[in-house]
């Protein structure tokens, strides 16, 4: 097969004209050459080697077989593909290294086949597990392992999110990568009311689950006074105080932080936590806005604070839950209110993904 043979520092443009101009094999990788040069393989239809446009630089023909296996269903028997062709799994979804599919009934017997499949054509996955839903008190995913490489089962793994590593176990505590940009909001939030108050602040996280919100805020030199954070479900503290400890090992200066297994509602009625916080993060998406008002007793007086959190609504009632928040902000003693509720995504035909952002002076 007919290479462009091109210095290293050059391939990034030559791959972009031959893609410009369909020129460039599908199926094929860049190959290093004798040198260090790159070779890149070429369409039968592309310019021969004295034309112009290659600006001299050379052609050579290279032993290449064309990879024909791009999606792990290629693995499968064709006949058993055939068979249940509209039951396959279409999309999945990758938590660290643990790979987690949804499967039809009509494709659960071949269960086995879909995981070897997977595992040979995606490398970054270490574990197949098959989603069953969610179950229990705390809504934590039902995955059922099925294959894994080096019989490596357990579904602890790890995450970077940005710049920062996360462990994580979806068979034990809710995650979702979604709000990553949310959580790098929280940052830029955060450090305008550090500016304001011209000082450390105390951030309190009383859904935390793992503790994705904290390690961007916890890396941002000279940010945190105090860290408050926790959950009710066991199994996710037990990895936030690990997370925890991680991130604070890293950082290059000092804070106290705390960690809780405990109702959030009931945070108000411990005297170390009553009027101790600047910034409240409330991520409990279903359940935020009856929640926030059972949290204002967390929030310092008599100095700005700043309240962020997020929900799902019906569309149709963004602006009379808006209202309604603000009445309960007055009504627990909030004076100098800006308060937003704005749409991040869609959630539904009819619901919508709201951040809450509400910025007072509790007296």
Request: charge should be negative.
């Amino acid at each position: 097969m007919r290479h462009l043979i091109v210095p290293s520092v050059d391939t990034q443009h030559w791959l972009e004209v031959l893609k410009t101009n369909n020129w460039l094999v599908s199926g094929l990788g860049v190959v290093t050459v004798e040198g260090g040069e790159k070779g890149l393989p070429l369409a039968e239809h592309a310019p021969q080697e004295d034309n112009p446009i290659w600006l001299g630089f050379a052609h050579h023909t290279l032993s290449r077989e064309v990879n024909k296996i791009k999606h792990w269903s290629d693995l499968l028997d064709r006949d058993l593909f055939q068979q249940f062709e509209q039951y396959w799994p279409r999309s999945y979804e990758m938590v660290g290294d643990v790979l987690i599919v949804r499967l039809e009934d009509e494709v659960k017997p071949y269960q086995n086949e879909v995981a070897r499949a997977m595992l040979d054509r995606i490398s970054s996955a270490r574990i197949i597990c098959a989603d069953n839903g969610v179950i229990g008190e705390f809504r934590v995913r039902d995955i059922s392992p099925i294959l894994a490489r080096d019989d490596n089962f357990s579904t602890l793994t790890k995450i970077r999110e940005n710049g920062h590593n996360i462990i994580i176990d979806p068979a034990k505590a809710y995650f979702s990568s979604r709000l990553s940009t949310e959580r790098e909001g929280n940052v830029v939030a955060a450090k305008e009311l550090a500016n304001l108050l011209n000082r450390p602040i105390a951030i309190s996280d009383p859904y935390a689950g793992v503790g994705p919100a904290l390690p961007s805020l916890i890396a941002t030199e000279g940010l945190v006074e105090t860290i408050f954070a926790g959950d009710l479900n066991p199994d996710a503290v037990e990895l936030l105080t690990d997370n925890v400890a991680s991130f604070v090992s890293k950082s290059n200066y000092t804070f106290d932080n705390h960690v809780f297994c405990m109702d959030a509602r009931e945070w108000r009625r411990d005297q170390k936590l009553t009027e101790s916080t600047d910034f409240l993060l409330v991520n409990l998406p279903h359940d935020t806005i009856d929640h926030l008002a059972d949290l204002f007793p967390l929030m310092r007086k008599e100095t700005k604070s700043l309240i962020r959190g997020w929900a799902i609504v019906e569309r149709q009632n963004l602006v009379v839950i808006r209202e309604s928040i603000e009445k309960k902000l007055i009504q627990h003693g909030a004076g100098e209110i800006s308060l937003t509720c704005k749409e991040i995504k869609g959630f539904s035909a009819s619901k919508i993904f709201i951040r809450i952002e509400s910025w007072q002076i509790f007296s």
